[in-house]
């Protein structure tokens, strides 16, 4: 790795650069087809939908880490959530994770992460909202963050 700069961006799948793009699904497909050896198709045509935001770190023109946010109605979806494996350790998923939540304050945001990593999600307010399901083999927890009250 480089000691250039980390730095976090944000955009709709048009405004995101061709090579970050390239860099994104290179990292999800490291972890999530490869790493976790689960043969599925991630072009899931989510990345298309109206409203999607794709959120990464870069460094030296590298994607370490990267999440998508959803919409559906008034609230977040958050997946994808995926990092490097050289970049791992540095707390950048979680950064992305808070990013997110910072950028839509009054939003709920759901999520279904892979069941050991639940405890994680619960550092930024995630909680159970249903039962564990089986997705390609891998258990997995339904979450939703309520938004925190107003403070007057």
Known sequence: MTDAPITL?????????????YGQLRVRSAAFVV???CIYLDLDGLDLEPG?????HERGGEVLSTIRVLRRGEERV?????????????????QLIQAAIDA??????????QKHLAPWY????????GDDYMEDDIPHTPMARQ????TS
């Open 104 to 113: 839509e304050p009054g939003r709920v945001f759901r999520l279904g992460g």
């Open 78 to 94: 958050i997946g994808r959530v995926a990092t490097a494996p050289a970049a791992r350790g540095l707390g950048l998923a979680g």
């Open 122 to 129: 619960s550092r930024f307010g995630f909680e159970r909202s």
């Open 35 to 37: 790493e976790q050896q």
């Open 147 to 150: 938004p925190l009250p107003a």
């Open 52 to 56: 999607c935001v794709l959120w990464w």
């Open 9 to 21: 961006h944000q955009a709709l799948l048009d405004e995101v650069p061709p090579r970050a793009l």
